[in-house]
């Protein structure tokens, strides 16, 4: 039954494996066109320290 919520449909429906080979795929490309996002050291240090903040409960 097409259109309910629950339904999995193109990228939600591959398993996991393929869903990370594909974004892997996206995040390289980004990379040599220059369209990526670099993180400075200090936005990485405090992505990390949000990052483990969310895990410490």
Avoid: C, N, P, V
């Avoid at 259109?3 to 080979?21: L, T, V």
């Avoid at 980004?30 to 410490?56: C, D, M, P, V």
Wanted: hydrophobic share 25%; aromatic share 6%.
């Amino acid at each position: 039954m097409a259109g309910k919520h629950g339904d999995r449909r193109g990228f939600a429906s591959m398993d996991k494996e393929k869903q990370r080979q594909i974004a892997s795929k996206g995040g390289r490309a980004a990379h040599q066109y220059g369209k990526a996002h670099q993180f400075t050291s200090e936005e990485a240090r405090r992505a990390g320290k949000l990052s483990h903040k969310r895990t410490e409960r």
